[in-house]
């Protein structure tokens, strides 16, 4: 990253992000990511999938191209952190609302959440 | 028993004791009190005036003047507790004691008379720090260390001046002398009691005795065994005004129990406002923290509430306006649809085609009772440009309509109005003539202003002519409750007549709540030819806020509405509306505006989420024509905005866009309209001067009874959508009955 290197490709991910060691560099910089050039200046580590962190991060010598997950079925898929963006996790709140909305007689419900 | 009790309460006041005599020479000290009676007392014996000296301070005062008044004059100020400037002076807190000159011992300045020249009071020598110093120290003997979990902390007087005027340390001795501990009483919903912070001030007492004329609560006991309460175990307070008991105590021995614990005064945001829930126009200060209404406190205004407030305005907005309010644009798609939520732009697109396709003649709006002057001007302005001229005040569909003024008597301001004011019941009125109103609870304020001058004895002759056995708090003449008296009265038949003619200043009240009979009364005419008979002052107890302003602004009263069967499309337009027996047209568009979705709203096509009277600016005037306006505590919830500008956005999109856009603007075009709409003050009162033509012949008809709507105290907490909308209302309903059902009271 924002540095000059060379290395093998070991794989590429499903955002297309591409996975590279060199054992030539001391160990912590003999592997790295290249983001898709797609997100151009907003990479973000979270755009990393959970397999590759893991190889990335040296808890596992083999990269999930070679030895994949096991997919089980309460898994949900990687996504990255939206904090900062429209899309990001609002929590509700628990705290029981200061005014309350009118309900008309007959028909749905009508709620109203304060943003 | 209660009328017993109520004519020995005036004979107290009638006896000429030092402390009724005291109050009289304060009555004329005041520029306030009877015009007529001062000139008569300065013509007979024009009071020699003494020379005090406070503090080698000279003052000039009338015989009489004590000294707590004469410090006050000079601009010192005496602590007290138990010395309230509207109730009797009771002299027992001993707090007020000062060093009088040639006087071995301290004296208590608020009991204290100044009869003697050249007077010298000290009040801060030695003497009297240390009387001071002694008396706080006793008070705090007894009294719980409890300021941090106390709802008065922050604002209580035993706290402030046992700062300012305690001693810096205590001899007690709490192992030796344990503090006394006294248990609390249940008074009601309105009013929570922790009897151990009591320091037996009697201020509770003697206002509800003189005041509020409800005899409920009493001292027990003497010493340190003395305790304030109702003689009788779970005693709701039988009273529309218990809650400025809570205001008047020193201490935190009455706090407000829908307010417990919920705010700090340190915390607190006060906005100056002007109370809805009756015509009266109380000035009041709405509380507020974090944009969330905490509580609503009277403000002093001597023309109208004095510094009292009715428990309906005190406490019903507080909860009331936080339940079933209209927080998003709802639209009913079809006929047979759902309401469903929407954004302002669908809703105001249904408005504007509604506006546009429905022919201009069968166009309704209708205002309600809390609706503010602005909204009612951009209304007219929309429905004339569009070519309508019905824009209607509402009126109740169970009451007489033919108490109201018709449009016809709207061209003077004198035929709709509390001409008499409310600050001038005090003013040498030498009879009251009250006609189908229960003023207690139709106007709490203007019949305590009633009471106050029965009991300083500026009024003393009062009749009724309505409901028989109402309890208004004072003596009066029944005369009966049909039209039938009203008539004989107009002819000259009836037995008062001799005193209408004698009377130099005879006060004619008018209530508009008068239920609707069989037949029509014609009791608005009627009172009219009486007044203009007699040359009596013709007075209308109007009960909702938004009547006068309605009809200065020149909207009819909705009983004048034409509405026919045919079906073809009509618009109905309500703002704030609430009636179950509402004439809604056949084939109807129903907008409905406001701020609290109760009955009408219901059966709406469109509704148009309004703000409250605390989430706006907007000009209210009261019942005896001061203009006077409400500002904007917190903002409107969620999605809803000021009625004005709903009804501004609106005409843009019916495609008659409306040239203003800003409240200057509006007020600029109200201007216009009626200029003195826009003279906003609490203190001044524009009376008009145009006297309407007198009425010479009415019309005769067969009699009707003349009953107001609300009978006993059960009636008076739920009238309208925000009170409906109180939980803290309901409990007092619930209490009011079985407090009734206890003593045998039948509602």
């Known amino acids: 990253m924002d540095t000059l290197k060379f290395g093998d490709l070991v794989g590429v991910d499903k955002y297309g992000n591409k996975y590279y060691q060199n054992n030539y560099y001391f160990y912590g910089k003999n592997r790295w990511v290249e983001y898709n050039d797609k997100v151009f200046f907003d990479y973000d580590a979270s755009q990393v999938p959970a397999e590759w962190h893991n190889w990335l991060h040296y808890m596992t010598d083999d990269p999930p191209t070679t030895n994949p997950r096991v997919q089980y079925k309460w898994m949900i898929d990687h996504t990255e952190n939206f904090s900062g963006t429209n899309r990001q996790y609002v929590p509700y709140s628990t705290v029981k609302q200061k005014i309350t909305q009118w309900q008309p007689k007959d028909g749905q419900k009508i709620k109203y959440n304060v943003k | ?747």
């Not at chain 2, 989420?609 to 009261?622: H, L, N, R, V």
């Open chain 2, 1 to 747: 028993m209660l009328r017993f009790v109520a004519a020995s309460c005036k004979r107290t006041a009638n006896n000429p004791s030092c402390v009724v005599w005291l109050k009289e020479c304060r009555r004329h000290a005041r520029t306030s009190g009877s015009k007529q009676q001062q000139t008569s007392a300065a013509q007979e014996t024009k009071p020699k005036l003494l020379e005090v000296f406070i503090d080698e301070k000279k003052v000039l005062v009338e015989p009489g003047t004590t000294i707590l008044e004469a410090a006050a004059m000079a601009g010192v100020e005496i602590p007290r507790f138990c010395y309230h400037e509207r109730l009797s002076v009771a002299g027992n807190c001993r707090m007020c004691l000062v060093e009088v000159e040639k006087s071995i011992k301290p004296v208590a300045s608020c009991a204290m008379p100044i009869m003697m020249n050249g007077m010298k009071v000290k009040t801060n020598s030695p003497m009297t720090k240390q009387a001071r110093e002694g008396v706080m120290e006793f008070l705090l003997m007894n009294h719980p260390l409890d300021c941090p979990i106390c709802d008065q902390g922050g604002e209580c007087d035993l706290q402030d001046q046992s700062m300012a005027f305690g001693s810096d340390r205590s001899r007690l001795q709490v192992e030796l002398d344990p503090k006394r501990a006294v248990e609390d009483k249940n008074i009601g919903p309105l009013v929570k009691t922790i009897m151990t912070r009591c320091i037996h001030c009697t201020r509770c007492v003697r206002f509800m005795n003189e005041i509020a004329g409800c005899e409920d609560l009493g001292t027990t006991g003497r010493g340190s065994d003395m305790q304030i309460g109702t003689y009788l175990e779970n005693t709701a307070l039988l009273s529309e005004l218990s809650g400025n008991i809570v205001d008047l105590c020193p201490v935190g021995a009455l706090t407000s129990k829908p307010y417990a614990f919920t705010a700090r005064p340190w915390e607190l945001r006060r906005v100056d406002s002007v109370d809805v829930l009756d015509a009266v126009g109380s000035n009041i200060s709405v509380c507020t923290r974090s944009g969330d209404l905490m509580r609503i406190l009277p403000r002093e205004n001597d023309a109208v509430n004095e510094e009292w407030l009715a428990d309906k305005s005190r406490h019903a907005p507080v909860d009331g306006l936080k339940a079933q309010r209209l927080t998003v644009p709802l639209l009913r798609p079809s006929k047979s649809s759902q309401l469903q939520m929407c954004d302002w732009e669908d809703a105001l697109l249904a408005v504007g085609r509604a506006l546009n396709g429905i022919q201009p003649s069968r166009m309704e709006a209708i205002v309600g009772p809390f609706v503010d002057a602005e909204t009612m001007v951009v209304l007219k302005d929309l429905f004339n440009t569009i070519g309508s001229e019905n824009v209607y005040l509402h009126v109740d569909s169970d009451l007489d309509k033919s108490c109201f003024p018709s449009s016809k008597d709207l061209d003077f301001q004198k035929n709709y109005l509390f001409n008499t004011s409310i600050a001038g019941l005090e003013d040498g009125v030498d009879l009251l003539l009250l006609i189908g109103t229960n003023i207690r609870f139709e106007a709490p304020l203007v019949n305590a202003r009633i009471r106050k001058a029965w009991r300083n004895n500026l009024i003393n002759d009062i009749a009724v002519i309505g409901e028989n056995g109402l309890d208004l708090l004072y003596d009066y003449e029944y005369l009966g409750d049909s039209t039938k008296v009203l008539a004989d009265i107009v002819a000259g038949k009836h037995k008062i007549v001799d005193r209408l003619k004698k009377a130099q200043k005879a006060v004619v009240i008018l209530g508009q709540q008068i239920l609707k009979k069989d037949s029509d009364s014609n009791a608005y005419e009627m009172v009219r030819a009486l007044c203009d008979k007699y040359g009596a002052e013709f007075n209308l107890l109007h009960a909702n806020a938004s009547t006068v302003a309605a009809f200065d602004l020149g909207l009819k009263p909705s009983s004048e509405r034409k509405t026919d069967n045919s079906d073809e499309q009509s618009l109905l337009w309500l703002i704030g509306v609430d009636d179950e027996n509402l004439t809604i047209p056949n084939n109807s568009f129903v907008i409905y505006q406001g701020h609290t979705g109760d009955i009408c709203a219901n059966t709406a096509d469109v509704i148009l989420p309004g703000s409250a009277f605390t989430e706006k600016q907007g000009t209210m005037i009261s019942m005896e024509g001061r203009v006077q306006q409400t500002l904007a505590a917190i903002t409107p919830p969620n999605m809803a905005r000021e009625d004005w500008k709903i009804v501004r956005a609106c005409s843009e999109l019916a495609n008659y866009p409306l040239p203003y856009d800003t409240l200057l603007e509006v007020r600029e075009r109200m201007q216009q309209l009626a200029p003195h709409l826009t003279r906003h003050s609490n203190r001044k009162l524009e009376k008009p001067s145009l006297r309407p033509p007198p009425i010479s012949s009415v019309s005769a008809q067969s009699p009707v009874s003349l009953l107001p709507r609300m009978k006993s105290l059960v009636d008076y907490w739920q009238t309208d959508a925000i009170s409906r909308c109180s939980p803290t209302m309901s409990k007092c309903v619930l209490s009011t009955k079985k407090e009734f059902d206890k003593r045998g009271i039948k509602y």
